[in-house]
């Protein structure tokens, strides 16, 4: 059991869910996007939230300012963290523009805004569960692409739900973070996705 909540940590690092968002998004939206268009989106947050992190990961650890993919000392955690900032900044500027796709650009503009909520943690000595910030956001983005398109994912939204409790766990029983941190990380996901919903329902 402990093995198999490790694997679902890596399979729902954060790293991953903004390209499973965007999968997401093209999978359920009833709007015509070109195919080059869904290869050209999804190649970039693919560069800007897997490739180059990771690169800048293996960097890091070369410098010694890095000792786990997971990032668990609180120390480690200020770099990668502002370079997503800035990451996350250049995919909604030059890529996601609201003109083009508004769902995913809010999407990933609460993702932004998770994110600096993370980096300030940082400063106050808080280890807010970016597993936590990614699940819970991806959630509230799918319960809010139902409403918006008025369709029914119910279950889709159930196992996100469940997926949210199952990460959790997970973070604990590797001992990765406590409850606060766990609680803060949801938080932290969940409300700037939810203020940015009056904006694009």
Request: charge should be positive; aromatic fraction near 14%.
């Amino acid at each position: 059991m402990k093995r198999l909540l490790s694997i679902i940590s890596y399979v729902f690092h954060p790293m991953f869910i903004s390209v499973y968002a965007v999968l997401l998004y093209f999978f359920l939206t009833e709007r015509y996007h070109p195919y080059q268009e869904v290869f050209l989106v999804t190649i970039q947050v693919i560069i800007l939230t897997i490739l180059i992190p990771i690169s800048i990961f293996y960097f890091l650890m070369t410098l010694g300012r890095a000792n786990s993919f997971m990032l668990s000392e609180i120390s480690q955690r200020k770099i990668p963290l502002a370079v997503n900032v800035l990451l996350l900044y250049i995919l909604i500027r030059e890529s996601i523009r609201i003109e083009l796709i508004p769902e995913l650009y809010y999407f990933f503009f609460g993702a932004l805004v998770s994110t600096v909520l993370a980096l300030l943690f940082v400063f106050i000595n808080l280890k807010a569960s970016i597993h936590m910030i990614a699940i819970s956001s991806i959630t509230v983005f799918a319960i809010g692409f139902s409403l918006h398109t008025q369709t029914n994912h119910i279950y889709l939204v159930a196992f996100l739900l469940l997926l949210n409790g199952i990460v959790a766990t997970s973070r604990l029983s590797m001992k990765a973070h406590d409850t606060k941190e766990l609680i803060a990380g949801f938080l932290s996901g969940v409300i700037p996705q939810i203020g940015l919903l009056y904006f694009w329902l």
